[in-house]
């Protein structure tokens, strides 16, 4: 089974930007989708960003316009670009892939805080 590693968190102002990595440890070919999840404190873990393979990028409203996730199969590694963070996209991050109808498990997240 693919192992998937996320990278890239860290403490950022508001306004500022972080660019996630989802590293795998294998081909992400096998992967019909990738998807971005979110989980802030007391709170469900929502799907922020998803990527088919040759296919359109989708994004949560909450997201539209200033996150851009994207895949580089080369490199078996995808991405999440955040810009103009607010406080409100506090949370750890997580990586996941599907092929067919069957999720992949989870990664262990990275944290990102977006604090003055």
């Known amino acids: 089974q693919v192992q998937l590693v996320e990278s890239g968190g860290g403490l950022v102002q508001p306004g500022g930007s972080l660019r996630l990595s989802c590293a795998a440890s294998?081909?992400?070919?096998?992967?019909?989708?990738m998807y971005w999840y979110r989980q802030a404190p007391g709170k469900q873990r929502e799907m922020v960003a998803s990527i088919p393979s040759g296919g359109t990028p989708y994004y949560a409203d909450s997201v539209k316009g200033r996150f851009t996730i994207s895949r580089d199969n080369a490199k078996n590694t995808v991405y999440l670009q955040m810009n103009s963070l607010k406080p409100e996209d506090t949370a750890v991050y997580y990586c996941r892939g599907r092929t067919g109808s069957a999720f992949g498990s989870w990664g262990q997240g990275t944290q990102v805080t977006v604090s003055s």
């Open positions: 294998g081909s992400i070919f096998s992967f019909d989708a």
